[in-house]
């Protein structure tokens, strides 16, 4: 068994099923903050997904797409937070 | 060998990320949902990019894929801070089971405006 077969096999599909059930929470959320949370969740699952197919397909230049999503979901939960503090003084 | 060490190192990490979500899923609070979202999946993205760090022969790879991680194990927390701190204070219900919250008090003291040393000295602890 090859490590591409093993990573198509077992690892992407352990990944999907981590999406899905962060994507349930996603729409169940009761609170605002709760899919703020769940949205972190997903873009760092994203840098995971990233990550892994580029050692599957042997492509470095992926890791730069991979460092761009987190730099984007530090921002977005600084920001999320942010508003939602202002939104909570007014 | 190097594919085993490989393999072992990507299925602990994608197992963290996979306990991460059931953690976001199961969790009754908001709170306890931040705490085990936050810490397993900054761990399983840290041992994935470790196994793209090992893989890639070149230099220029393994400073990025080890920048990212040090970029993630910076941020994380700064933002899950950020982010329980605007629900704490816009008034997400906590779990029943939660009894500590040292934040009340302070807040109490605040809206007070004479700190009494009477609370301080003997913090109620109500199970």
């Known amino acids: 068994m090859t490590l591409n077969l093993y990573f198509d096999y077992v690892i992407f599909p352990i990944l999907t099923v981590t999406v899905i059930l962060v994507f349930i929470r996603l729409f169940k959320g009761p609170e605002l903050v709760d899919r703020v949370v769940a949205l972190d969740l997903l873009i760092t699952i994203g840098i995971a997904l990233i990550t892994v197919y580029s050692i599957r397909s042997a492509e470095a230049i992926f890791l730069d797409v991979a460092m761009i999503f987190a730099l984007i979901a530090f921002l977005g939960t600084i920001a999320f937070s942010f508003y939602l503090d202002k939104q909570e003084k007014k | 060998m190097t594919s085993i060490l490989i393999a072992i190192v990507s299925t602990i990490g994608s197992l963290a990320i996979l306990f991460a979500s059931i953690g976001i899923l199961r969790m009754p609070d908001f709170y306890l949902r931040l705490s085990v979202t936050v810490k397993a999946s900054t761990l399983g993205v840290g041992l994935l990019l470790a196994c ?3 893989v890639f022969p070149d230099a220029s790879v393994t400073t990025k894929a080890l920048s990212i991680v040090f970029f993630l194990i910076l941020t994380t927390p700064v933002a899950a801070h950020m982010i329980g701190r605007t629900a704490y204070h816009t ?37």
């Open chain 2, 52 to 54: 793209a760090a090992y």
């Open chain 2, 91 to 127: 008034g997400v219900a906590k779990w029943k089971g939660t009894f500590i919250d040292e934040l009340d008090d302070l807040s109490d003291k605040k809206e007070d405006g004479s700190p009494d040393n009477q609370d301080h000295a003997a913090p109620n602890r109500e199970i």
